[in-house]
């Protein structure tokens, strides 16, 4: 079982707190449908005391556990602060060294919107990269000269250290964790479950201070760009594995132990993850879309799809577009 907990203070913003925490209990409520565990996540709340905390909103939250009585945690949460996050900075500093003991004991701690704040405060984010709310990116950068502010990213990794810049970030963010938690179909399960038609990837909106932070094989990352640069040209596993020097056996063993993904698995995960932007973002039909993804089959890519997303591709299409706001259209009332 994963456990996780988000920190409350009156100033968090709810959204950040409640959104990551259906997202996890959606994940967790799949996998244990699917027989992984009777309980796969535990999301607590946790608060100062075990008293009720009204939030600057009006929104009423009772914690589940005491702050200073957390355990190690898999996952911890910073929310977002609603406004000048000096005043919780400020009131934090007596609790800021529970931060560095979790991540010390190997917590992934994820804060949201100026929640970043906390962690440069208690000295986590030295010379990483972090962003922040948009609006404090001057006030970030002037108080924390240390920290790598990265103001083009909307999420930034370090290890396991991320923040997420909105609260729609913390969404992608919170895909990702399942993913790495629950695998690839759990992950896309919920994703179509929690509006696909505005997720970014996470490898499309995060800033990761490696090339690939999950692995450090040099060779298989070059194989992942390689596969990522040659999507649309026919792949053969074995002359890839010949062209890095491996043995077909040993490239599919160390690509499997890097990635934790067979290499034909991750480049069908590619070219679905490319097959989904080109449907949510051009008018080209299914079959094109299968060609320029390198799939001449129709069919093969539709079961594909369907296999990867729950839905076949023009459904896929028609939800993600459904959502869309499109100021073309609008104009024309």
């Known amino acids: 079982m994963h456990d996780a907990a988000a920190l409350l203070y009156p100033q968090a913003l709810a959204t950040s707190i409640t959104l990551p925490m259906e997202i996890m209990h959606a994940a967790s409520q799949m996998a244990s449908v699917s027989g992984r565990s009777a309980a796969a996540v535990r999301f607590r709340l946790a608060g100062p005391d075990m008293k009720r905390m009204k939030l600057g909103s009006g929104v009423v939250l009772k914690p589940d556990i005491v702050r200073d009585d957390l355990p190690p945690l898999d996952l911890l949460l910073l929310p977002a602060i609603w406004r000048n996050p000096m005043p919780v900075v400020a009131t934090a500093r007596a609790w800021l060294p529970l931060l560095r003991e979790q991540a010390a004991l190997g917590a992934t701690i994820c804060s949201v919107g100026t929640g970043s704040f906390l962690l440069a405060e208690a000295g986590l984010l030295n010379d990483r990269p972090a962003t922040t709310h948009w609006n404090y990116f001057r006030q970030f950068s002037k108080r924390y000269p240390a920290v790598e502010l990265k103001t083009h990213h909307l999420i930034t990794q370090s290890g396991s250290i991320y923040c997420a810049g909105s609260v729609n970030s913390i969404a ?17 399960a919920i994703e179509s479950q929690f509006s696909p038609e505005i997720r970014r990837s996470f490898q499309a909106a995060a800033y990761q201070n490696e090339a690939d932070s999950s692995h450090r094989d040099e060779v298989i990352a070059q194989a992942q760009q390689w596969l990522q640069a040659n999507l649309a040209s026919p792949v053969s596993m074995q002359a890839l594995a010949r062209q890095l020097q491996l043995s077909p056996r040993s490239f599919s063993r160390r690509f499997r132990q890097a990635t934790g993904m067979a290499p034909l698995a991750y480049l069908q995960s590619l070219r679905i993850g490319s097959a989904r932007d080109l449907l949510r973002h051009s008018n080209l039909s299914v079959g094109d879309i299968a060609w320029q993804v390198g799939l001449q089959d129709v069919s093969y890519f539709s079961q594909l799809f369907r296999r990867h997303c729950g839905m076949s591709p ?14 073309s259209v609008s104009g024309q009332r």
Not at 314 to 326: N, P, V
């Open 172 to 188: 992608d963010l919170m895909l990702h964790i399942v993913e790495e938690w629950f695998g690839n179909r759990v992950s896309r």
């Open 314 to 327: 023009l459904r896929y299409r028609e939800a993600a577009r459904g959502k869309l706001f499109d100021p």
